[in-house]
C-alpha cells in the first residue's frame, strides 16, 4: 500500500504534545510538510524543531482554534510557506473535569469553542482553500472524536462528551457537502492514550484496574496507534473512505 505524502501540505491542530505531536511527525515522516499548531507557541515550536532535525518539514504556529481571526493566520500560513493545502487533521481538544450540577458556563462554552467550534471552523476555512484550488487532487480532513461522544461517556465530562457527539454528526454532514469537490472526511474515535491529557486518571490505581478490565486488549493506546490510522486516512489507500467514523480504543466499547 502507498503511504506516501511526498509533496503534501498537511496542518495538524494541537499538535504540541500527544496525540498531535505523534501525529505530525509520523505525517512528516511520510513525506508531508507540516503546520504544526498548538496554543502554546514553545510546544509548537518544539516540535517543529523535531522535524527538521529528523529530515521534516515542519513550520511552528501557534494559533487558538477557537477563534476564526487565529484559524484564518494557521492556514494562511500553511499557504504562505508553501503554496498549497492537501491535509487537515481536526485534533485539539481540552476536557474541563466537573459534574454537570456544578459545570461553570464558561467552561462548557470553552470546551465547545475548542473541540467543536474549531472543528467548524477548521473544515470551513481549509474546505474552501481545497474546493477552490485543489481542482484536480481534492483534499483530506480527519477529525479526532472520542468514545466519550459515541458510546462511552466519561463521568464529569459533559461538555467534553457532548462536543465529542458533535464531531461525529458535523463530519459526516461535513463529508457529504465535501465529496464533490473531492475531499475525503473521516473521524477517528480514540479510546484511551497515554498521552499527557490522560496523566492525572493514569496516576490512579482505581481508575487504571478499570480501564484494563474493560479494555479486552489489556492496555491503553500508544499515540503511534493513533498517527497510524490517520496516516492510512491520509494516503491514497483508503481512497474509498469518506463520512467514516473509526474507533481505535483496543476493544474498549465492541458490542
Ligand atoms: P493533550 O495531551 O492535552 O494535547 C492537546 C494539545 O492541544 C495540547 O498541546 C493543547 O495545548 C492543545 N490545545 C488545546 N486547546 C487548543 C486550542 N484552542 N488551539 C490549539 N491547540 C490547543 O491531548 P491528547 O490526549 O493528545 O488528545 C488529542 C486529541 O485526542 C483531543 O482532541 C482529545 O480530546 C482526543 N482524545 C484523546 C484521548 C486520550 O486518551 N488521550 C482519547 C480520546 C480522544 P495546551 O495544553 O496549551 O492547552
Same mark, same amino acid.
Given at each position: 500500500?502507498?503511504?506516501?505524502?511526498?509533496?503534501?501540505?498537511?496542518?495538524?491542530?494541537?499538535?504540541?504534545?500527544?496525540?498531535?505531536?505523534? @501525529?505530525?511527525?509520523? +505525517?512528516?515522516?511520510?513525506?508531508?510538510?507540516?503546520?504544526?499548531?498548538?496554543?502554546?507557541?514553545?510546544?509548537?515550536?518544539?516540535?517543529?524543531? /523535531?522535524?527538521?532535525?529528523?529530515?521534516?518539514?515542519?513550520?511552528?504556529?501557534?494559533?487558538?482554534?477557537?477563534?476564526?481571526?487565529?484559524?484564518?493566520?494557521?492556514?494562511?500560513?500553511?499557504?504562505?510557506?508553501?503554496?498549497?493545502?492537501? @491535509?487537515?487533521?481536526?485534533?485539539?481538544?481540552?476536557?474541563p473535569v466537573s459534574p454537570?450540577?456544578k459545570l461553570? *458556563?464558561?467552561?462548557?462554552?470553552?470546551? @465547545?469553542?475548542?473541540?467543536? /467550534?474549531?472543528? !467548524? +471552523?477548521?473544515?470551513?476555512?481549509?474546505?474552501?482553500?481545497?474546493?477552490?484550488?485543489?481542482?484536480? &487532487?481534492?483534499?483530506?480532513?480527519?477529525?479526532? $472524536? $472520542?468514545?466519550?461522544?459515541? *458510546?462511552?461517556?466519561?463521568?464529569h &465530562?459533559?461538555?467534553?462528551?457532548?462536543?465529542?457527539?458533535?464531531?461525529?454528526? !458535523?463530519?459526516?454532514?461535513?463529508?457529504?457537502? !465535501?465529496?464533490?469537490?473531492?475531499?475525503?472526511?473521516?473521524?477517528?474515535?480514540?479510546?484511551? !492514550?497515554?498521552?499527557?491529557?490522560?496523566?492525572?486518571?493514569?496516576?490512579?490505581?482505581?481508575?487504571?484496574? &478499570?480501564?484494563?478490565? *474493560?479494555?479486552?486488549?489489556?492496555?491503553?493506546?500508544?499515540?503511534?496507534?493513533?498517527?497510524?490510522?490517520?496516516?492510512?486516512?491520509?494516503?491514497?489507500?483508503?481512497?474509498?473512505?469518506? %463520512? $467514516?467514523?473509526?474507533?481505535?480504543?483496543? %476493544?474498549?466499547?465492541? &458490542?
Amino acid at each position: 500500500m502507498n503511504l506516501s505524502l511526498d509533496g503534501k501540505v498537511a496542518i495538524v491542530t494541537g499538535a504540541g504534545q500527544g496525540l498531535g505531536e505523534t @501525529i505530525a511527525r509520523t +505525517l512528516a515522516t511520510a513525506g508531508a510538510h507540516v503546520v504544526v499548531d498548538d496554543l502554546n507557541p514553545d510546544r509548537a515550536e518544539r516540535v517543529a524543531k /523535531k522535524i527538521l532535525s529528523a529530515g521534516g518539514q515542519a513550520i511552528a504556529v501557534a494559533a487558538d482554534v477557537s477563534s476564526k481571526f487565529q484559524c484564518v493566520k494557521l492556514v494562511e500560513a500553511a499557504r504562505i510557506e508553501w503554496g498549497r493545502l492537501d @491535509i487537515l487533521v481536526n485534533n485539539a481538544g481540552i476536557e474541563p473535569v466537573s459534574p454537570i450540577l456544578k459545570l461553570d *458556563e464558561w467552561d462548557w462554552d470553552r470546551c @465547545i469553542d475548542v473541540n467543536l /467550534k474549531g472543528t !467548524f +471552523l477548521m473544515s470551513q476555512l481549509c474546505g474552501r482553500v481545497m474546493a477552490e484550488e485543489n481542482q484536480e &487532487r481534492g483534499g483530506i480532513i480527519v477529525n479526532i $472524536s $472520542s468514545i466519550a461522544g459515541v *458510546e462511552s461517556p466519561l463521568m464529569h &465530562r459533559a461538555a467534553y462528551c457532548a462536543s465529542k457527539a458533535g464531531i461525529v454528526g !458535523f463530519a459526516r454532514e461535513c463529508a457529504r457537502e !465535501f465529496a464533490p469537490y473531492g475531499i475525503r472526511v473521516n473521524t477517528i474515535v480514540p479510546g484511551v !492514550f497515554e498521552t499527557p491529557m490522560t496523566e492525572n486518571a493514569r496516576q490512579n490505581p482505581e481508575i487504571m484496574a &478499570r480501564w484494563k478490565r *474493560e479494555i479486552p486488549l489489556d492496555r491503553l493506546g500508544y499515540p503511534q496507534e493513533i498517527a497510524d490510522v490517520v496516516l492510512f486516512l491520509c494516503s491514497p489507500g483508503s481512497s474509498y473512505m469518506t %463520512g $467514516s467514523t473509526i474507533t481505535v480504543d483496543g %476493544g474498549k466499547v465492541m &458490542r
